[in-house]
């Protein structure tokens, strides 16, 4: 009998050591906000940086991320698995107002996508634009000449391929049973050198593109520049406390992240990261050039993709939302 | 190409070494959350498995069986399942364990259940049953008998229990879909591999990857030699 006591003792005291060291390298703060969010923003490592600011401000709120596609941060969000999210596919964003489950919508940042490829450029479609390119690289596909890599996760930046497809006059879902279309069904990274390995083209986001170059982890480069057919703006919804589904939402400290990423603080971090690596920030401020006014034709391409009616966020989708409009 | 392996293979050995913070805490976490997880399905399996090994009783075939076929269930279907039962909007949403090491504690110790039962239950049945009767006849009580007959299968009831610890804390699916691999919260050796390698940080990888793979060897190892002594 005594033998059993001790070794269970033991158990107990090295799960109790365990535990204690874990438990000593956390912090306990007093609560929580989840934000479902895509990939990009995460694998640049740029969410840490606004997590640890914005925990600076408020050392009460732990703010978890969770790194999806769009699809998939936006369902999770539905399910009040997050308290709000921070996407860039301005059509489902629309949707999610529209059915209820979000307020307060605001557009804070905006890059581009670029067209990437081997160097050799087999399809030859250095300096075209995106949506000539696009075509270009489906003839050359389907000579066996060119590939193509598509993210196929539902994200954001798939929803961006799929249109510019759409607009070249090819349904993306009869594409993906072609042999020179690959659909790697990952986040950015993974699929930027899914394509290096196969020497194939793919649309990217210039901050993770330009993360991985640096890192050497890719040899691609940029085949055709940005454009406005390749514009890339980010928003942040909070779940609508009034639906029922998602009424649990943390929404206070879903405003006050909201809030801070508008306001200047916010806006200087976007602003500062990547320039001193790249000369670019990764994810440009989007409120800031509104303030400032100074490149009034960029402002006009976002209005006109991920505004709706005029604005960032009709009325009737605004709740307790003072100052921020 | 096996350049960078090399030098990525030093930098691996350089983190480990240097005693990173958030290495160690990534460690501490998949020892912590997948030994909960352990002691859980223990505490819940090991009564289960005497009784299966020792006495015979209506639908014990039927419960053997049943663990037996859940030992091989793929931990991402596992997983898949359990994110649809604790998600907010699912049947067990009020306990809050989405997205937390309890969360993943629970769901690892569902995994488990299974190889502790299956195993230790064959332990203990394949214990002499002359033991039984000899114990008897010198006039043990039932509860003595049963002790005599759990410390002579002891060592297959610690083989069960290394073996579904083990299978616990290299499992990617369960922590993966039930933990969400959020930084500083849920992140575990498992998803943190996946994680990095996905990022293209191949250093951090592999460094994680030996971290995992000694952990669950030298426990093997540990128990193994005890046992010859």
Redesign the interface.
């Known amino acids: 009998?005594t033998?059993w006591l001790a070794i269970a003792s033991l158990?107990i005291v090295?799960?109790g050591a365990?535990?204690y060291?874990?438990f000593s390298?956390?912090s306990k703060p007093k609560e929580h906000l989840?934000v479902s969010t895509t990939t990009s923003l995460y694998?640049t490592g740029f969410l840490?940086i606004l997590k640890y600011d914005f925990e600076k401000k408020y050392p009460s709120i732990?703010v978890?991320?969770?790194s999806q596609g769009t699809g998939l941060a936006i369902q999770t969000a539905m399910?009040?698995?997050a308290d709000m999210m921070l996407v860039h596919d301005a059509a489902r964003e629309l949707k999610f107002l529209k059915d209820g489950y979000g307020v307060n919508r605001k557009v804070i940042a905006y890059n581009f996508f670029v067209i990437v490829g081997p160097k050799e450029d087999p399809a030859n479609v250095k300096g075209l634009s995106p949506l000539e390119a696009f075509k270009r690289i489906k003839e050359s596909g389907e000579k066996k000449g060119a590939m193509w890599v598509s993210r196929g996760d539902d994200s954001g930046t798939h929803a961006k391929e799929k249109s510019i497809w759409k607009t070249a006059g090819f349904d993306a879902t009869n594409l993906r049973k072609m042999d020179w279309y690959l659909e790697a069904g990952?986040?950015m990274?993974?699929t930027l050198?899914m394509a290096d390995e196969k020497g194939a083209y793919t649309i990217t986001d210039l901050g993770t593109y330009l993360m991985?170059y640096n890192?050497k982890?890719i040899k691609l480069e940029i085949i055709v520049e940005a454009g406005k057919d390749t514009l890339n703006v980010y928003s942040v919804i909070a779940n609508n406390p009034k639906k029922t589904?998602v009424a649990?939402s943390n929404f206070d400290a879903s405003m006050k992240f909201i809030k801070f990423v508008v306001s200047d603080e916010g806006q200087a971090l976007f602003d500062n990261f990547g320039k001193k690596e790249y000369g670019q920030p990764l994810f440009a401020p989007y409120v800031k050039l509104l303030k400032s006014g100074s490149n009034a034709e960029l402002i006009q391409w976002i209005k006109q993709q991920a505004y709706f009616d005029g604005t960032e966020c009709p009325q009737e989708y605004r709740y307790q939302a003072e100052g921020l409009y | 190409m096996f350049e960078t392996f090399v030098v990525a293979f030093r930098q691996a050995l350089d983190l480990i070494l240097s005693g990173d913070?958030e290495v160690?805490?990534i460690t501490?976490?998949s020892?912590?959350v997948s030994?909960?997880a352990t002691?859980l399905s223990c505490m819940w399996g090991l009564p289960l498995s005497v009784a299966l090994g020792l006495s015979s009783f209506p639908g014990k075939k039927l419960i053997r069986g049943f663990f037996n076929a859940l030992l091989g269930i793929p931990t991402v279907a596992l997983g898949l399942v359990l994110y649809l039962l604790l998600?907010?909007?699912?049947p067990l949403?009020i306990f809050h364990l989405?997205?937390t090491p309890l969360g993943i504690s629970v769901g690892q110790s569902i995994l488990i259940t299974p190889i502790v039962v299956s195993f230790a239950s064959s332990a203990v049945e394949s214990t002499d049953v002359e033991l039984r009767d000899l114990a008897r006849t010198l006039g043990a009580s039932s509860f003595q008998t049963s002790?005599v007959m759990l410390?002579e299968s002891l060592w297959g009831i610690v083989l069960a229990v290394i073996a579904s610890f083990n299978r616990a804390i290299a499992e990617l699916g369960i922590a993966m879909m039930v933990g969400?691999n959020?930084?500083?919260?849920t992140r575990v050796l498992t998803t943190s591999i996946a994680l990095e390698t996905?990022?293209?940080e191949v250093a951090l990888s592999i460094a994680l990857a030996i971290i995992l793979m000694a952990i669950v060897f030298s426990i093997t190892v540990a128990i193994g030699s005890a046992r010859r002594e």
């Not at chain 2, 998600?87 to 699912?90: A, D």
């Open positions: 009998m033998r158990i090295v799960m365990i535990s060291a874990y390298t956390q989840i694998e840490d732990n978890s991320f969770i399910r009040g698995d990952s986040g990274t993974a050198k991985n890192k982890n589904e649990k | 913070p160690l805490s501490l976490r020892l912590y030994g909960l002691m998600s907010k909007s699912g949403g989405l997205y002790s410390r969400g959020i930084r500083y919260v996905a990022r293209g």
